[in-house]
């Protein structure tokens, strides 16, 4: 079955620690995302990556690091600069733009990091 | 900015009954929609689009209705199930701005039986 796998499903850190979340798709798609959802709040884009090899800042970057060396990897590093990072993340993925026009974006199941 | 608005938290309605949950938007840049259903502890799920150049797009029990010179659109689910329960966010892009969806806070919605 195709999908988007987000691993761990629960990550504790503890403070001063760099953290890095897996996003893996077997879909196929060229683009891949990543959200930050907290409590009462819409979520939030962190970073995004339209191909292999590059990337943009989304809304809230800051503190944030990510990668795209292959189609089907997009893991997202938390490292100790973001000063709030207890959140649930959640990585997404599309087929693209262009001809595609729109489509929607497909979900993981999430991880939910808390500091230790 | 919150340019994508669900100004209603929370909503209950009676099983059989119709939901209406609505959403604002601000940017008229925007030319296409979504409804997202998600459950606590797992990913949102995509439930229907609409595109800005239709007023209506149907799915089932899932009706999506936009209004561009109100800059609102609203979903309608008919009838409404217990397993509807959940928290719905709706979300816009713009097509030039490849890929980036601006999602609403979300609204929860409580289908009692």
């Known amino acids: 079955d195709g999908g988007i796998t987000q691993s761990p499903k629960y990550l504790f850190r503890k403070e001063g620690q760099n953290v890095t979340l897996s996003c893996e798709q077997n879909?196929?798609?060229?683009?891949m995302y990543w959200y930050r959802q907290d409590p009462g709040q819409g979520l939030r884009l962190i970073y995004y990556s339209q191909i292999v090899n590059d990337f943009q800042k989304g809304d809230i970057a800051e503190g944030y690091s990510v990668s795209r060396e292959k189609k089907e990897s997009f893991p997202l590093t938390v490292t100790s600069a973001q000063k709030n990072p207890t959140a649930f993340y959640l990585c997404a993925s599309s087929p693209g733009q262009g001809i595609f026009g729109n489509q929607p974006q497909h979900f993981g199941d999430g991880t939910r990091l808390s500091i230790l | 900015d919150q340019q994508v608005k669900q100004n209603s938290p929370s909503l209950s309605v009676q099983e059989g009954r119709i939901s209406i949950l609505n959403c604002d938007y601000t940017n008229s840049m925007f030319d296409y929609f979504l409804w997202y259903k998600k459950y606590p502890a797992e990913g949102p799920t995509f439930l229907i689009s609409i595109s800005s150049i239709k007023d209506k797009n149907e799915d089932g029990r899932f009706t999506v209705f936009l209004n561009k010179s109100a800059k609102h659109l609203s979903l309608h689910i008919v009838p409404s199930q217990p397993g509807d329960s959940a928290v719905y966010f709706c979300?816009?892009?713009?097509?030039?701005?490849?890929?980036?969806?601006?999602f609403g806070q979300g609204t929860t919605l409580q289908v009692k039986p």
């Open positions: 879909l196929n798609h060229d683009a």
């Open positions: 979300a816009a892009s713009q097509q030039s701005n490849t890929g980036k969806l601006i």
